[in-house]
């Protein structure tokens, strides 16, 4: 995953690693994007983070952590963020190897939707972690028709294969380069972080709307604020979208 989005030293891009343990809303500010490789380990509370990291404009990719049994995660990913309630709890197993090929929301992709004919076709696959079709976009699907890159929601990526070659070479083949940094071009910057301390005003940097405690879920008018505690809370414009992080 590192050197898809990052090939080289001349890609603006910023890395960083997080422990999957880990996960919460303070390891997350600052970041536009976010690529987990074992779901398995992220905890509840890591969900919650990332249910609210999804809320505020952030990118979540998700790939299969290749688990040969029962994958008890996906109920607890599933019961934070309501689109992730369709991943399978089972992997399938498609006997022979299936190509990939452009599903019908490749167009999501549109730099790249041209060349997922080609490129997909040197993909093999052999073991899928599915996800309910009919409520997400379809990216790539085998060509047996089984979803393998999925878009369950907005800003939000599921990947029915591990980001290791266990049961596809996806990871190894010239495809997952331009997937990945397209999947990256297409998340929007959150880099309007503002930073504040706990009973002093933000000042006159944002003039309106409110902010929304992402512990509690209170709220409170900007042009009032003077955090009371210290925490995480997200700017919301006067239409009540995520427009930052304090």
Do not use: H, K, Y
Not at 129 to 145: C, H, K, N, P, Y
Not at 155 to 165: I, R, Y
Not at 206 to 234: C, F, K, N, S
């Amino acid at each position: 995953i590192r050197a898809a989005l990052r090939p080289d030293d001349r890609a603006p891009v910023r890395l960083r690693e997080l422990a999957p343990g880990g996960v919460d809303a303070s390891s997350l500010l600052g970041l536009d994007l976010v690529a987990i490789a074992r779901p398995d380990l992220i905890t509840g509370p890591g969900w919650e983070s990332l249910a609210a990291f999804c809320r505020t404009g952030g990118s979540v990719i998700l790939f299969a952590p290749g688990l040969a049994g029962v994958n008890a995660w996906s109920e607890d990913a599933g019961a934070r963020i309501e689109s992730l309630r369709g991943i399978a709890s089972e992997a399938v197993d498609l006997g022979n190897a299936e190509a990939l090929e452009g599903g019908s929301g490749a167009d999501i992709l549109p730099m790249l939707a041209a060349e997922l004919g080609s490129l997909g076709g040197s993909v093999r696959v052999n073991r899928v972690l599915g996800i309910d079709a009919e409520a997400s976009r379809v990216v790539l699907r085998t060509s047996g028709g089984i979803p393998v890159v999925t878009m369950p929601s907005e800003g939000l990526w599921f990947v029915g294969v591990p980001a290791s070659t266990a049961w596809s070479d996806l990871p190894a083949r010239p495809l997952f380069v331009p997937l990945m940094q397209e999947i990256a071009r297409r998340s929007p910057s959150r880099s309007a972080v503002l930073t504040a301390t706990a009973g002093r005003s933000l000042g006159d940097s944002v003039t309106g709307g409110t902010l929304r405690d992402e512990t509690t879920g209170d709220q409170q008018e900007i042009r009032t604020l003077a955090p009371p505690i210290a925490g995480v809370r997200t700017v919301l414009d006067a239409e009540g979208r995520g427009i930052g992080l304090a």
